[in-house]
C-alpha cells in the first residue's frame, strides 16, 4: 500500500537496505540475542508485495501471468540451489561470513532495481496481484481457497520442522559431515525438478490437476511418515528425502496454478496475498515448533507434527472440487469508456468458453476466466472493441 502512494521502487530499495542491515548484524553476532535481533530487521526487509506491483506496472496483461511464473520459478530455484551451496560456502566463510554474503546480494540487487529495471511509467492498483481489503472478506469465505491456504501453510510449517532435524539425522546416522550434506541434496533435488515436469504438463494438459495434487499430498504424507517410523538408515533418509522433494516440487507449482483457477477474477491479488500470509505464518510455526519438538520428543516428535499436518491436509485435498480446466485473461478496455461495468461483464459471460467476467473500472480492465481450449477470443475481442 505504501508503494502505491510513494512509489514502488522507494519501497523496494528501503527493504533491500533493512535486510543487508540485518545481515550485516546477523554477521556480527556472537551470540543468540544479537543473531535473533538481526534476523528480526532481515525479516522487516520483506518487499515481495511491492516487487509484484512493480512487475505488474512493468508488464503487459496478458504476459503477467507468464511473468509471475518466472519470478516463482526463480524462488524455487534458488531454494534448491542454496540446499546444496549453503553447506559449501559455511565451510569456507562460516555461518557468520553467509550472512555478510546475503548483505552484499542485497547491496547489489538494490543497484540492479536502479540501473536494470525501469521505471515504470504510471503505478496503479492492480486487482490481479495486489491485495483488496474490500475483497478480503469474500476471499477469506471460500472454502476451496481455505483448504488451498492451509496446504501451504502446512507445506511450509514441514519443511521448516523437517529442516531443524534433517542435518543432524544426516550427522547421527550416516556420519557425514555438515559440508558434505551437499552430496545428499542436489541429486535428491535434482530428481524432484525432473519429476515434476511431466507431472504438472499431464495435470494442466489432461484436466487431472486435482488428481496429481492429492497424489503430491499423499506422496509427502508417506515421506513424513517414513521419516517417523524409520530415519535409522543414510538409505532410508535418501529415499524420503527424494520422495519429500519430488512431493515438494509439483505442490509448489500447482498450488499459486489452483488459486488462480478458483479465485474471483479481480480478486486473484487478494487471494494470493492471503496465501503468502499463510505460507509466512507456516515458516514461522514450523521453525519454532520444529526446535520445541526437537529438544523435547526428538525426531520422532518432528516427524509426529509434520505428519499430521500432512494426513489432515490429505483429507482436506481427497474432497476439494476438482479445478475446473480454465485460465485468466485481461483486457484493457479503454480509458475514455463511461459505460455500465456490470453490463459489458454479463454480455462478455454469454460468449462461448468464458466461465466468469468482471469489469473494474478502476482498472480499466476487464478480467476473463476462459475454457483453456474452444472459448472464442474474437468474440470477446469484438465486444470490448466496441465499448472503446
Avoid: C
Avoid at 543473531?35 to 503487459?60: E, V
Avoid at 496478458?62 to 524455487?76: F, L, P
Avoid at 481489503?133 to 481457497?145: G, I, Q
Wanted: aromatic share 10%; proline share 3%.
Amino acid at each position: 500500500m505504501l508503494s502505491d502512494k510513494v512509489g514502488r521502487k522507494k519501497v523496494i530499495y528501503a527493504g533491500l537496505v533493512l535486510f543487508a542491515i540485518g545481515s550485516f548484524v546477523a554477521g556480527a553476532a556472537h551470540d543468540i540475542t544479537i543473531l535473533t535481533i538481526g534476523r528480526t530487521i532481515q525479516g522487516a526487509g520483506a518487499i515481495s508485495a511491492a516487487i509484484t506491483a512493480l512487475l505488474a506496472d512493468l508488464t503487459r496483461e496478458e504476459n503477467r501471468t507468464k511473468a509471475m511464473a518466472m519470478i516463482g520459478m526463480s524462488i524455487g530455484t534458488t531454494f534448491a540451489v542454496s540446499l546444496v551451496l549453503g553447506p559449501l560456502l559455511a565451510q569456507y566463510i562460516g555461518v557468520n561470513g553467509i550472512f555478510d554474503l546475503t548483505g552484499v546480494l542485497s547491496l547489489m540487487a538494490l543497484v540492479g532495481v536502479w540501473l536494470l529495471i525501469p521505471n515504470p511509467a504510471v503505478s496503479r492498483f492492480h486487482s490481479d496481484t495486489e491485495a483488496n481489503t474490500a475483497r478480503l472478506l469474500t476471499v477469506l469465505k471460500n472454502r476451496e481457497l481455505s483448504r488451498l491456504n492451509y496446504g501451504i501453510f502446512a507445506l511450509h510449517a514441514s519443511q521448516m520442522a523437517m529442516f531443524v532435524t534433517i542435518p543432524f539425522a544426516l550427522i547421527k546416522t550416516a556420519g557425514l559431515d555438515k559440508s558434505h550434506h551437499w552430496e545428499v541434496y542436489l541429486p535428491v533435488v535434482t530428481i524432484g525438478f525432473l519429476l515434476m515436469v511431466p507431472a504438472i504438463i499431464y495435470g494442466e494438459k489432461k484436466a487431472k490437476l486435482k488428481q496429481v495434487f492429492v497424489g503430491a499430498v499423499a506422496l509427502m504424507a508417506a515421506a513424513q511418515l517414513g521419516m517417523a517410523l524409520a530415519l535409522d538408515s543414510f538409505w532410508l533418509i535418501v529415499i524420503w528425502l527424494a520422495l519429500y522433494f519430488i512431493a515438494f516440487n509439483i505442490l509448489e507449482a500447482t498450488l499459486p496454478s489452483l488459486i488462480s483457477k478458483i479465485a474471483p477474477p479481480d480478486a486473484k491479488g487478494t487471494a494470493i496475498g492471503v496465501y503468502n500470509t499463510a505460507q509466512s505464518f507456516g515458516l514461522f510455526l514450523g521453525a519454532a515448533a520444529g526446535g520445541w519438538l526437537y529438544t523435547h520428543y526428538g525426531p520422532t516428535g518432528v516427524f509426529g507434527f509434520t505428519s499430521l499436518l500432512m494426513l489432515s491436509w490429505l483429507l482436506m485435498s481427497l474432497t476439494m472440487a476438482p479445478p475446473s480446466a480454465v485460465r485468466s485473461v485481461m483486457y484493457q478496455i479503454g480509458e475514455s469508456w463511461q459505460g455500465n461495468a456490470q453490463t459489458l461483464s454479463q454480455d462478455l459471460t454469454t460468449i462461448r468458453g468464458v466461465t466468469e467476467a468482471i469489469v473494474v473500472l478502476e482498472d480499466r480492465v476487464a478480467y476473463l476466466k476462459v475454457a483453456q481450449r474452444g472459448w472464442d477470443e474474437e468474440a470477446v475481442k469484438q465486444l470490448i472493441q466496441e465499448t472503446f
